[in-house]
């Protein structure tokens, strides 16, 4: 993958407001903000068409809270 991949986020929060986001480095965990915390997703192997073309699908595995 090149700088400025993207990736397709499968499952967490019905609410999240991006489904296609950036992924800088490309690796094997996703961290998005999000409500007081961090929303985590991991590589799946797995690639799904998109509009913006075939993309790496994460699949959400946990939340953290942000520390206060």
């Known amino acids: 993958m090149s700088i400025g991949a ?3 986020l499968e499952g967490g929060p019905q ?3 991006e489904r296609i986001v ?3 480095p490309p690796g094997y965990e996703l961290k998005i ?3 007081g915390g961090y929303e985590h997703f991991k590589t799946t192997g797995r690639e799904q068409d998109t509009p913006e073309g075939r993309l790496p699908v994460y699949a959400w595995s946990d939340r953290t809270e942000i520390a206060e």
């Open 6 to 8: 993207k990736a397709v």
């Open 15 to 17: 609410d999240l407001p």
């Open 22 to 24: 950036p992924i800088t």
């Open 33 to 35: 903000q999000f409500k």
